[in-house]
């Protein structure tokens, strides 16, 4: 939004009655059709705008788009999303990340935050195909953490915390985590999470934290070849969510853990994980490229490795794959 719209907002917020495009074009110092056509854009931003030729304009519904503006109203962050670009339509925040990253020096970008409205190329874990349809969150956190490479699949726990938090926090739905990634209400997936990494030897150059939210979206217009069932938060809520809000609430979340994981608190953030856990204590089928076993999920390691305990009585130590839990 550019500055001009958004003072333009600003005042028929203020106001909370019609403004006439005379009083505007005063304040700002600008042409009356300047004014025109910045509440013409807000209009196509998703603001209900009511111009009447009589009283003028008048604020009527805010967008429910979200808009970095939006999103602004609620961040109580210190870096994380301070800089936000935001997409109407794109195929992959991840990629968009990645073009960035390769031109411009990624410790610029640490924290900025990219989100799309859709996403027509979506990726999942494994290289699945992520299906992003409007009224979902799909975002994508660039950092450049100061841990060391072993210890980053605390980033992704922080990302995990910080959604089951934030839903539990502002919905009261009880959302847990799934082994490794995924957030759940009841038995089905409401939001996925990819940590993707560019490094040499043991430097990090920067990281991408995926987040693939399932806010405002009816699960028949998610993936029908899913086989994992899916929910979204406005299903279980009982009507839509501010998405702007909640994301704000998110991005703060993830902030405060990410914080500690820097400041080196990881067995915090591994009791954290494991209070919120769906997967430990339970039965679960584990299956990598290279195995599929049974087993009882008993711990998860300081570096965030599943220990499962095989039905002969073997220890194994899960890095990455599926996690399902078996009845
Ligand atoms: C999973 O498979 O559970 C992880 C899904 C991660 C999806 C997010 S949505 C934003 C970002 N852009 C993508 O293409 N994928 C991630």
Redo the contacts with the bound molecule.
Sequence with gaps: MNKTAEKILKILEEKKSPVSGEEISNILGITRSAVWKQINELKNMGYEINSSRTEGYELIEKTTKLLPYEINRYLKTDFIGRDIRYFESTP???WVAKDLCSNEDPKNLNGTVLVAEE?TG????LG?A?F?PKGGI???IIIKPNVPIDRLFFVTMAGSIAVARAIRRMFDIGALIKWPN?IYIGDSKVS???LELSAEADQIHYCLL???IDANVKPEDLQGGMKTPVTSISVENGEDINRAEFFATVLREFERRYEMIEEGEFESIVHEWKSLSLTLEKRVRITTPRKSFEGEAIDLDEYGALIVKKDNGMIERVISGDCTPVQ
């Design positions: 992959s925040t991840t996403q979506g990726v999942g874990r699945r992520w992003s799909w975002t994508t995924d996925g999470i990819l995926g987040i693939g």
